[in-house]
């Protein structure tokens, strides 16, 4: 099923500015990238697919702000910056890999909708109602999955 740009925009369009603005820290800079997203959803836009869009708009806006980052990597502008800078250009295969790991554990036997819950309730910092209404569950529905997911994290920071 092709993607509706214009459907996309509107509906996940203040999601992924909050991921941009939350990354950026900067709105001016956080609507440009925003933009750019969607800019690269048109371009293309023909191998896309409807299913999971909010995931997929998120991966998107999380990877053009951190190379708007990386590009203005020599002026930081301020100290949280710089520490995403530092995250995102680690290049220190083992620590790259124990956090892939981690997260493959504790991602691995969710649905695809949970990681995207997880992302917008505790990175973009979206109400347990606002993400209920994106995903298509009830709010208790969405409680259930996170707080599910948060007891396998604790399980996982205990045998650790």
Known sequence: MAVDVEELYERYG????????????????????MQDVFVQV????????AEAPAG???RMATNV????IRRNRRKPEDPKEELL?????????ESRSIARAALSRLFGKEQESTRTMAV????????????AREVGLSVSGVRKRLRTL?????AMEEAA
């Open 65 to 68: 702000c951190l190379n708007l």
């Open 85 to 93: 800078l530092r995250i995102a250009s680690d290049d220190r295969l």
């Open 120 to 131: 917008m309730h505790l990175v973009d910092g979206l109400t347990l109602e606002e993400v």
């Open 56 to 58: 997929l708009l998120l």
């Open 14 to 33: 203040p999601m992924v500015l909050r991921r941009c603005r939350s990354l950026l820290r900067d709105d001016d800079r956080a609507l440009d990238a």
């Open 42 to 49: 048109l371009r293309h836009e023909a191998r896309l697919s």
């Open 150 to 154: 948060k007891e396998r994290a604790v």
